[in-house]
């Protein structure tokens, strides 16, 4: 388990999980646009 502050308080995620799935688990909503959990993390909409 990894230790992550989002937004001023903590969490717990099991290691390797991506911050913008720790965000949605945490209910934190996070803009993007080209995020799909199954598919590689390019960043290329630069969105989130």
Sequence with gaps: MVNVQI???WHQFP???R???A???AQI???HYCYH???S???NCRMC
């Design 7 to 9: 937004d001023g308080v």
């Design 15 to 17: 290691k390797g999980t």
């Design 19 to 21: 911050m913008i799935e």
């Design 23 to 25: 965000c949605r688990q």
């Design 29 to 31: 909503t996070v803009p």
């Design 37 to 39: 959990p199954k598919l």
């Design 41 to 43: 993390s390019p960043g």
